[in-house]
Nanobody, 121 residues
Framework: QVQLVESGGGLVQAGGSLRLSCAASGYSVDTMGWFRQAPGKEREFVAAISWSDRSRYSDSVKGRFTISRDNAKNTVYLQMNSLKPEDTAVYYC?????????????????WGQGTQVTVSS
């Protein structure tokens, strides 16, 4: 089974930046992406990217976050700029076996353990 390991979370001030990484081991996957979950809220789509570099973003992060991937390393990245306190959440890496870039968590097959991102005001 595919395993996903995230890294790069931390504490930053509003307006700062962080870069998250997620490496997939095991079988090759197609789409990789990121969801986040803040305390007391449902898990929310952030961004996803296909093997062919088609990407999709939530409106709340569009223009501030950039998703990218290295297919040779089976790794996805999330560059987060201009961070806001409302970006504070646990960020989860996700992956899907087959073609498709979706915004619903149920469409994905594998999940990482999550990495905490905290943005102070």
């Amino acid at each position: 089974q595919v395993q996903l390991v995230e890294s790069g979370g931390g504490l930053v001030q509003a307006g700062g930046s962080l870069r998250l990484s997620c490496a997939a081991s095991g079988y090759s996957v197609d789409t990789m992406g990121w969801f986040r979950q803040a305390p007391g809220k449902e898990r929310e789509f952030v961004a996803a990217i296909s093997w062919s570099d088609r990407s999709r973003y939530s409106d709340s992060v569009k223009g501030r976050f950039t998703i990218s991937r290295d297919n040779a390393k089976n790794t996805v990245y999330l560059q987060m700029n201009s961070l806001k306190p409302e970006d504070t959440a646990v960020y989860y890496c996700t992956a899907r076996d087959t073609i498709g870039v979706f915004t619903q968590s149920r469409e994905y097959d594998y999940w990482g353990q999550g990495t905490q991102v905290t943005v102070s005001s």
